[in-house]
Every structure is written in C-alpha cells, then in structure tokens.
C-alpha cells in the first residue's frame, strides 16, 4: 500500500509545514543570538561563556596565517635562520597563550567600548551582519578611522563557533 502526501491529512500537512517554517526561522536568527552571547561574555569578562563559541583549531590556524610570514616562493630559498625562529617562537606563543582569556581582553582592546551603555560591541548602526553562504556568517564592527573588526563563523556542531576574525587597521587616504 502506498502512501502520498495528498492523502495525509491537511492538519498533518500545515503541521509539518510549521514545524518546518519554525526550524528555519530559528536557524536563520540563531547566529544573531550567538553574537548576543559573545557580546554578553566580552562585557560579563566571562571565558567560560566565550569557550563554547570558538573553534579553537581553525582559529588558531589563522591567527597563525595571519601573523606568520608567507612561506619563500622558489623551493630553493630557504628562510634565514632568524626568520624561522621567529616564525616557530610566534607559532608556539599562539599554541600556547591563546585560551578564552586571553581571547577576552584581545577582544576588549581591539573593538571600542559603546558609548553610552558599554557594550563591548557598539550600537546596532556600526555593526554588519550577514549569511555569507549557508553555514558561514560574518560580523562587521566599523571604527571610525580603521578598517573594520570582521568576525567569522561557520555552524558547526549545532552551533555557531568563531573561526577567524580580520583585526582592524589604520585606513589608508590615498
């Protein structure tokens, strides 16, 4: 015997309907309420909060990318011995010092503190939030005279864990 969806009943139907329109809509705001978590960590100065919304090695990896210098171009040049300590020292550090922490008080004293309420993320009007694919979003905090502070995160693990973030920098006049 076989079974259509036409002949379950219309209350079923409109049933699976909600629950799927209920499971998107709380998808779709779901990174949103991550970041009003973070924002809460950052302003409670609390790494237990903040922890559960990292991806640690894919962070890690690209602070490391960030930092460290490219690797040479011609497979025959090889870095100074200077430039490869200095390259593993950096990378150790970040091995080592990057913990929830000292994530915390990097956050605090790369994005400026709100005005008014002192919020570690500002009001709504300077920060850019947007799905960059469907398991990927983007937070943009704009800082007047600097590049923006650019947050990434990718759901993983029935969350939103931070994967890397762009520092801001001194904006260029040309």
Do not use: C
């Amino acid at each position: 015997m076989q079974y259509g969806f036409r002949k379950i009943s219309p209350k079923v139907r409109n049933g699976f309907g909600v629950s799927v329109g209920a499971a998107i809509a709380a998808y779709a705001i779901s990174p949103y309420l991550a970041l009003w978590d973070i924002d809460r960590a950052l302003n409670g100065n609390n790494p237990g909060m903040l922890a559960p919304h990292v991806d640690w090695s894919s962070l890690t990896h690209s602070l490391k990318e960030e930092i460290l210098p490219p690797a040479p171009v011609a497979d025959d040049d090889l870095p100074g011995f200077g430039s490869s300590f200095a390259g593993a020292a950096v990378s150790h550090a970040i091995d080592v010092q990057l913990s929830p922490a000292t994530l915390l008080s990097t956050a605090r004293q790369m994005i400026p503190q709100g005005e008014a309420t002192g919020a570690v993320l500002p009001n709504l009007g300077s920060i850019h939030a947007h799905f960059v694919s469907l398991g990927k979003f983007e937070a943009q905090v704009d800082q007047p005279g600097r590049t923006p502070f650019v947050l990434h995160m990718k759901f993983e693990h029935w969350s939103w864990k931070i994967t890397r973030f762009e520092m801001p920098g001194s904006v260029q006049h040309s």
